[in-house]
């Protein structure tokens, strides 16, 4: 199982659950997956980002770097939501 160490604060006992065999976990709270569920669903290719040249103002710079070292992401993510926010009914 992966997870990141680093942020872990779970209580989960991480160690017993690598060590259950497929026949011990339960799953009889997941529903099954019927043709009507596959009809519903659509594929979907991920879009990768694009790398684009945009001029921001030093202050603007300033603030989201203040944010942390995943500043760019986090600049990206607010344009994200300003645009989607935007959009056109």
């Not at 001029?55 to 989607?84: C, H, N, R």
């Amino acid at each position: 199982m992966s997870k990141n160490i680093m942020n872990n604060t779970s209580e989960t006992n991480w160690a017993k659950l690598d060590a259950l065999s497929e026949s011990e976990i339960d799953t009889s709270d997941i529903p099954p997956l019927t043709e009507e569920f596959f009809n519903k669903s659509r594929w979907w290719k991920p879009v990768s980002p694009l790398n684009a040249l945009v001029q921001v103002d030093p202050q603007t710079l300033a603030w989201f770097q203040s944010q942390g070292d995943d500043y760019e992401k986090k600049m990206a993510a607010a344009l994200k939501i300003y645009a989607e926010a935007h959009q056109a009914a």
